[in-house]
């Protein structure tokens, strides 16, 4: 009677076990997720960071002519537009700057500070012109308005330029995850594929173990059992059968107390442990 452990376990290398897979694609999976999460963060911000942009340089745009027209109606004899509306629009043209600028990239500043100043000095001329209509004319005017004109153009096109390469970096960032990504993967498919190869290898030693064990318990002259540490009936080898006097599956997963005294018992048991 041999003894033997209560689970049997072939010898698998590290790769072919599940455990060390199973963090790996949860590692992956982590890691695109975080990468994914990373690009739309970027992509998230860059659209707001335009949608910004474009709202204010519209609106200080926008509400700087605004300005300058409630100030000629005004002028022209329009009794319902007072000063001060007259004046609103160019404040909040000013403030809508001012909040970009706060905002804005260091290479935007250049181009912010000159409409800056082109707002300040189209501000100070409406004033003049609103307060000394006779002295200030509406050409002074126009040709102030028309330096915040190529003031904002030129912010938008510096703004459009950083745009551009913002958003090429960011086609850049998304083309190295997914290729970190894809390369992760593919190394991940290969250590599968590798750990597959050797659980087959380990698993045909082990039936190729079991099958000499098999052929010589089956050559022996006398019968043979393999039981557990609590002396129940694990298999029955031998060409001698019938010795048994009964079926072998009758004796599968029985103790040795079901056919031996209580004395015997203990004495098998002792032996086996």
Same mark, same amino acid.
């Given at each position: ?91 909040? !043209?000013?403030? %809508? ?6 905002? &804005?990239? =260091?290479? @935007?500043?250049?181009? *912010? +500070?000159?409409? /800056? ?90 039936? !190729?173990?079991? %099958? ?6 089956? &050559?022996? =002259?006398? @019968?043979?059992?393999? *039981? +557990?540490?609590? /002396? ?42």
């Amino acid at each position: 009677m041999n003894h033997v452990p209560d689970k049997l376990s072939a010898h698998i290398p590290a790769l072919g076990r599940l455990g060390p897979l199973a963090v790996a694609v949860s590692a992956l999976a982590m890691l695109s997720m975080g990468l994914l999460a990373w690009s739309h963060h970027g992509w998230a911000s860059l659209q707001e960071r335009a949608h910004e942009a474009d709202t204010l340089l519209t609106a200080t745009q926008y509400e700087s002519r605004q300005s300058v027209w409630l100030t000629e109606e005004k002028l022209h004899g329009h009794s319902d537009i007072s000063e001060a509306t007259a004046l609103a629009p160019m404040q909040t !043209a000013i403030k %809508a700057e001012r909040q970009w600028a706060q905002n &804005a990239v =260091p290479e @935007l500043r250049p181009a *912010l +500070d000159k409409l /800056g100043t082109a707002l300040g000095h189209l501000a100070y001329v409406q004033e003049q012109r609103l307060k000394h209509p006779s002295q200030v004319d509406s050409a002074r005017l126009r040709t102030a308005q028309a330096q915040v004109e190529q003031a904002v153009q030129a912010a938008s096109t510096q703004w459009a330029k950083h745009l551009d390469r913002v958003t090429h970096d960011q086609h850049q960032l998304v083309l190295v995850n997914v290729g970190l990504v894809g390369g992760l993967s593919l190394l991940l498919l290969i250590a599968m594929a590798r750990a597959y190869r050797q659980r087959e290898q380990s698993a045909q030693a082990l039936v !190729a173990r079991e %099958a000499q064990l098999e052929a010589f318990a089956q &050559a022996l =002259p006398d @019968l043979a059992f393999i *039981l +557990d540490r609590e /002396g129940h009936y694990i298999s029955v080898f031998g060409n001698n059968l019938a010795l048994l006097g009964r079926n072998r599956n009758d004796l599968i997963g029985r103790p040795l107390t079901d056919f031996f005294s209580k004395e015997k018992s203990a004495l098998f048991l002792r032996v086996l442990r």
